[in-house]
């Protein structure tokens, strides 16, 4: 196919067969015809695929598409193949044979896209061949994961790095939907592209109602929420493989059409749901992260994460698989104290120092968001670096804003329990004390002496938990993340413990099933 000399606007039509371009996509594709080079973040579903298809038509040679996804490559050639692009993949799921092909055919010229594993395209004998013929642009896909900072970094990405000094006259475009600003800055350093234009388009998806609701009884939350569902398909993400097949079993028991999905399935069963939720034969399926890299399902009406998601960028990406036909969609947070310990457990075994920091920093984030008793959609658009003029409207804070009260003596009661406890323990022994638990270790500890046990009866477990959080969250307590969450006072605490201050707090926001029934 040559359309060199064209208006990329009737490529647009007549190749890929949109009308119009969406934001960026114009100035971003003529960039590059022009030779210049970009870094592009754009959420899923942006329509970053066009910003540099469309160029590899437009200028002479072959574009070099990388990307981390072998199953991704090939849905792409697919589709590019039924507009008569001429397209291809060069991975390790070729038989010697084939891949010998495909490098003749490079070789000849018969390419207008190639897609290439970072290790392939970075192997000596790959860049040996590249030499030998126009290479129209690099694109690099999923570009975070040249970045440490991003939350999926893959060591095969950080020898992209050489190819501005290789082939320093073809212009790279780097793509990305998910990045901080940490993540961005590392990714344009390592690639290169400190002159490049930036690209940053609205990550705003207004369609997506976010509640966090405390977990509480988490199958029965579910349940609750998927009651109102009615049959509207949706994904129920968890973090283990068990807790994903337990998940499933319970939904199946209810009688609703559901499946797991996880990495410890074969194949062919993985596509089986894959292939059934796309065409609405499956209601809910229950995965892991894993499911929904590259299943383009437009009428996904609800997201639910059952635990904590690890960082923000996973929790939008996972959400984002919600409402892409820009109908209202929901996305529920099942926010429980205990996944934090287990997700920090999880960082502490790491092996990498730094990469421990990174995690525990970006683990924090998502932690202060589910705290956050602000607009939902300002605190998380906030984390991408942009800003919202007011707040959104629909969220659980917005629709529902939390009912302050004064909260002074039930503080008091919370910091002076630590305190007596020594200020060695966590949350849920502070909690049982005030509680007046019968458990054996208060009674070991003698913990039922204690003048703070059993001040607290005439509130739940839930809501002690949600009022400690808040302390933490306001400063007035401090975990000790090291040394299994122990509750601990600050400075900020004497004047509130002596009586010289008042506290006003959220009344915590515990409701079974989630929140309230949207209105609708
Ligand atoms: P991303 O890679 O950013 O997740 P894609 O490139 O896969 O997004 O595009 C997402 C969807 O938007 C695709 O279904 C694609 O066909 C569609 N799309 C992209 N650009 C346009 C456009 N200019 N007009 C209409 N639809 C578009
Ligand atoms: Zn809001």
């Known amino acids: 196919m040559s359309v060199l000399k064209r208006d990329p606007l009737d490529t647009l039509h007549s190749v890929f067969g949109y009308r119009s371009f969406r934001p960026f996509q114009q100035q971003i594709v003529d960039g590059l015809i022009a030779g210049q080079s970009a870094f592009v973040l754009m959420p ?72 290439v594993a970072p290790e392939r395209l970075m192997s000596e004998g790959f860049l040996e061949r590249l030499r030998q013929v126009p ?78 609701v405390e977990k509480s009884k988490p199958a029965r939350q579910l349940m609750d929420f998927l009651g109102r569902q009615k049959n509207q398909s949706g994904i129920v993400y968890a973090l283990s493989r068990k807790r994903v097949e337990e998940v ?63 960082n923000i960028e996973s929790y939008y990406q996972e959400t984002g698989r919600a409402g892409r036909d820009g109908l209202p969609a929901e996305a529920l947070l099942l926010f429980g104290y205990g996944d934090i310990a287990i997700s920090r457990g999880l960082i502490e075994q790491g092996r ?51 009912e302050l009260y004064d909260a002074t003596e039930d503080a008091q009661k919370a910091l002076s329990c630590v305190f ?35 001040i607290g009866r005439d509130h739940s477990q839930e809501a002690w938990g949600s009022l400690l959080r808040q302390l933490i969250h306001l400063g007035y307590l401090e975990q000790d993340v090291g040394n299994y969450s122990i509750l601990k006072l600050t400075a900020t605490a004497r004047p509130l413990l002596r009586g010289e201050e008042v506290l006003n707090l959220a009344r915590p926001r515990v409701r079974v099933g989630g929140t309230k029934k949207p209105s609708s």
């Open 44 to 115: 899923t579903g942006g329509g970053k695929s066009i910003c540099y298809q469309l160029p590899a038509l437009h200028r002479p040679g072959t574009a070099i598409v990388v990307s981390p996804l072998i199953s991704l490559m090939k849905d792409q050639v697919d589709a590019l193949r039924v507009n008569g692009v001429r397209a291809a993949f060069y991975n390790s799921s070729l038989r010697s044979a084939e891949a010998r092909q495909v490098l003749a055919q490079l070789h000849d010229g018969q390419f207008d896209l190639l897609y």
């Open 135 to 212: 290479v129209a642009l690099f694109a690099i896909d999923e570009a975070h994961c040249v970045s440490q900072w991003g939350h999926d970094f893959r060591p095969e990405y950080v020898q992209l790095g050489n190819l501005r000094m290789l082939f320093p006259e073809v212009p790279l475009i780097a793509l990305t939907a998910t990045a901080d600003a940490q993540t961005r800055e590392e990714i344009l350093q390592r690639l290169g592209l400190n002159n490049a234009a930036s690209f940053i388009a609205g990550f705003d998806r207004p369609n997506i109602r976010y509640s966090v």
């Open 248 to 310: 499933t079993k319970k939904l199946q028991q209810a009688g609703l059409s559901a499946a797991a999905y996880h990495a410890g399935l074969g194949d062919e069963e993985r596509r089986r749901v894959q292939e059934e939720f796309l065409q609405d034969d499956l209601q809910v399926v229950v995965a892991t992260v894993a499911f929904g890299m590259g299943i383009d399902k437009s009428n996904v009406r609800f997201v639910v994460h059952y635990d904590l998601p690890k």
């Open 352 to 402: 990498n120092e730094r990469q421990k920091r990174i995690d525990l920093h970006k683990l924090n984030s998502m932690v202060a968001f589910a705290e956050a008793q602000l607009c939902r959609r300002r605190v998380l658009l906030g984390y991408f670096g942009e800003q919202l003029e007011a707040d959104c409207g629909n969220c659980d804070i917005c629709l529902d804003p939390p």
């Open 420 to 454: 007596r406890v020594g200020q060695r323990f966590g949350a849920g022994h502070v909690i049982d004390v005030l509680r007046g638990a019968k458990n054996q270790r208060v009674g070991q500890l003698g913990h039922d002496k204690l003048s703070t046990y059993g």
